[in-house]
């Protein structure tokens, strides 16, 4: 039951990081898209 329990604990994990991953890529690609982005 506790291995079953770690499993899932790090499949939401991954899960989240990958969420994380996309919205930063999206927040980014907004940013240069508005001309927002930082330069240097």
Known sequence: M???VD???EL???LC?????????L???HL???GQ????
């Open 2 to 4: 506790v291995a079953a």
């Open 17 to 25: 990081r990958k969420i994380w991953q996309k919205a930063m890529v």
């Open 27 to 29: 927040n980014a690609r």
């Open 32 to 34: 240069i898209d508005s």
């Open 37 to 40: 982005a930082a330069v240097g």
């Open 12 to 14: 939401t994990t991954g």
């Open 7 to 9: 499993e899932i604990e």
